[in-house]
Structure formats: C-alpha cells, structure tokens
C-alpha cells in the first residue's frame, strides 16, 4: 500500500533563518505530488506541485521554493523565513495517469512551522 | 474556472441529531468532487468522492453526499452526528485531468454532548 511521510512535524525558526521540509511517498511510482499551506483562518492554499523529477509549478510567488531531486520526493525550502511563513505546510501526492483520470489527494501528516 | 463555496464556516450540532454541511461548486467542465475531514493538527482525510457515476455518494463513517448538478451543489450529510465527527470538513472540486484541486473556505463541525 501507498504512505505518505511527511517531517519534522513541528518546527520552531528564527526570522531569516532557513527552511527544509521534505515528503517522500511510497508504493507508487511518478506520483503528482503537492505543496500546501494552511494558516489560520484562511484554508488551504496550492504553492507547488509537481508532475515529475525536476519539473516545479509555482502558484503563488513568495519567499518560498520546492524541488523534487527524486520521483518520489519533494521538498520545500526557504533561504530566509519571514514571519509570514508560519503556518502548517501539508504535502501530498495523487496517482500520476494520463488520461481521464479522477484521483483523489493523499496528505500527509503535516509540519507545523513557527517563525518567531 | 473552479470554485467551492461552503456556506457555513462554522455548523453545530447536538450528538445523534442529523448533520448537513452544505457545499456549492462552480465549474465549466465535468468536475470530480471531494470531500475532506481534517482533525486538529492533523492531515486530511477523504470522506468520499464523485467522478461522475452514482451522484449519491457514500463515504466512511456514515457520511454521504449527493452531487445536484443543476443547483450545482454537493452537500455532505450524516443521519446522526456523534463526538468524534467534530472537525473541521473540505469541499473540493478538481477539473478531470488537471492538476489543481480547489478547496473550499472549511466548516468546522462542533457536536455537542
């Protein structure tokens, strides 16, 4: 079966410090997978998502970025936090057919980030 | 393009008592619909989903949904609510074959004693 693993859970940063968040996925290959950050009181909101290793797209521009060095990881980093960033950042992944295709979104747990 | 509207931020119910959170949708094309749990602190979880076979839909934990197409609705209900229900709920809608999910603003779920 297919799990999504998704860390650290809880985070605790410096403003202007940097950030590495990382979501691997397994029992699936070529996954979809997604970037998603959650702040109080305003819903979920897409920032990365990608379609396979190396390919990123960016859907709100912002101190953040995302890679995905292999099929089934993606990572998502800052150079330096600003206050903004705090929020619970979720990952996670769909099947990656071609085709008519209606797969749902799988999370992860999530990671809660506190920049202070 | 996509939307989802909930209509409720926030819907309270008494335990055993029937829940209904209410979900509209905007979409240009044939939409698959979802809906979502999410526990505090927690990721969420997918109570069922639409992809346009039987447009009632039964999910895990008692929860159905019935997509309506022409009120362009797919609201999520439960004949009887119980303490481990309260959370917060997701509508979401994707556009067949693309990459974008679009959620909804969230209802919180309180169930009272």
């Known amino acids: 079966s297919q799990t999504i693993h998704q860390w650290p859970a809880t985070l605790v940063q410096p403003v202007g410090s940097p950030l590495s968040l990382e979501c691997t996925v397994e029992?699936?290959?070529?996954?979809?997978l997604y970037w998603y950050r959650q702040a109080a009181g305003r819903g979920l909101q897409l920032l990365f998502y990608?379609?396979?290793?190396?390919?990123i797209s960016s859907e709100v521009p912002q101190n953040l970025s995302a890679s995905r060095p292999q099929d089934r990881q993606f990572i998502l980093s800052s150079k330096k936090l600003l206050l903004s960033d705090s929020g619970f950042y979720l990952c996670?992944?769909?099947?990656?057919?071609?085709?008519?295709?209606?797969?749902?979104?799988?999370f992860g747990e999530g990671s809660r980030l506190t920049v202070l | 393009a996509q939307s989802v509207t909930q209509l409720d931020s926030h819907v309270s119910v008494s335990e055993g008592t029937p829940v209904l959170l209410r979900c509209n949708y905007s979409s240009s094309y044939s939409p698959s619909l979802f809906w979502y749990v999410q526990h505090p602190n927690k990721g969420l979880q997918l109570l069922l989903k639409y992809t346009s076979a039987a447009t009632l839909v039964k999910g895990i934990n008692g929860f159905e949904a019935e997509f309506k197409k022409s009120e362009t609705s797919f609201h999520l209900t439960k004949p009887s609510a119980h303490m481990s229900d309260a959370a917060e709920y997701f509508c979401v809608v994707v556009r067949n074959n693309f990459n974008k999910f679009y959620f909804g603003s969230g209802t919180k779920l309180n169930v009272k004693p």
């Open positions: 996670a992944w769909r099947e990656g057919l071609a085709g008519t295709y209606t797969g749902e979104l799988f």
């Open positions: 029992g699936t290959s070529n996954p979809n």
């Open positions: 990608s379609v396979g290793i190396g390919q």
